[in-house]
Antibody, heavy 117, light 112 residues
Framework: EVQLVESGGGLVQPGRSLKLSCAAS????????MAWVRQAPKKGLEWVAT????????YYRDSVKGRFTISRDNAKSTLYLQMDSLRSEDTATYYC??????????WGQGTLVTVSS | DIVLTQAPLSVSVTPGESASISCRSS???????????LYWYLQKPGKSPQLLIY???NLASGVPDRFSGSGSETDFTLKISKVETEDVGVYYC?????????FGAGTKLELK
């Protein structure tokens, strides 16, 4: 059974950093592209970043470029999202998801990040 | 960025009846490989999103065949026949023709 378990969320002040993790199991992690998708409270879904299966390429939405870094450790089957210079508008539940031929097939349960002073 | 416009934003359906949700794209989602990169997701209350339909009309694994997707290059429809109580939630269309992948605003389905 595919499982994606996010962790690392919490309350953080504007301008500070936070690192999210997503532990994967039940599939061959190193074969899959992975993504982070977020959802602000009571709002819709918004793609954040993608990393190719071998870590060779990354993609970001414009609003997080230069502030967020997606990475992965295939030996540990873990996906990461380093978030720096956080803003109030980054407040959201962050989901990790498998990304295959354009579809987000499997999703984690999400971890809530709240950016507030 | 490609903009997806969903309609209606909310729909109320009697169990056993059908429901349709529309999604219109600002750009053709038909790729040069002949694939239409339009997806449908359902987010049940308090849950993570789940994939329902991929490439416009293909049912994801485990999804009941009450769900179906259709459309053209820019206009798409999700149809739910014989709505059940478990179908309540917010439905999102999404495109992955190009980066950034984008989502529609969502359509909330409720029961009468």
């Amino acid at each position: 059974e595919v499982q994606l378990v996010e962790s690392g969320g919490g309350l953080v002040q504007p301008g500070r950093s936070l690192k999210l993790s997503c532990a994967a199991s039940g599939f061959t992690f190193s074969d899959y592209n992975m993504a982070w998708v977020r959802q602000a409270p009571k709002k819709g879904l918004e793609w954040v970043a993608t990393i190719i299966y071998d870590g060779s390429r990354t993609y970001y939405r414009d609003s997080v470029k230069g502030r967020f870094t997606i990475s992965r450790d295939n030996a540990k089957s873990t996906l990461y999202l380093q978030m720096d210079s956080l803003r109030s508008e980054d407040t959201a539940t962050y989901y990790c998801a498998t990304q295959e031929t354009g579809r987000f097939a499997y999703w984690g349960q999400g971890t809530l990040v709240t950016v507030s002073s | 960025d490609i903009v997806l416009t969903q309609a209606p934003l909310s729909v109320s359906v009697t169990p056993g009846e059908s429901a349709s949700i529309s999604c219109r794209s600002s750009k053709s989602l038909l790729s040069s490989k002949g694939i239409t990169s339009l997806y449908w997701y359902l987010q049940k209350p308090g849950k993570s999103p789940q994939l329902l339909i991929y490439r416009m009309s293909n049912l994801a694994s485990g999804v009941p065949d009450r769900f179906s997707g259709s459309g053209s290059e820019t206009d798409f429809t999700l149809k739910i026949s014989k709505v059940e109580t478990e179908d309540v939630g917010v439905y999102y269309c999404a495109q992955f023709l190009e980066y950034p992948p984008t989502f529609g605003a969502g359509t909330k389905l409720e029961l009468k």
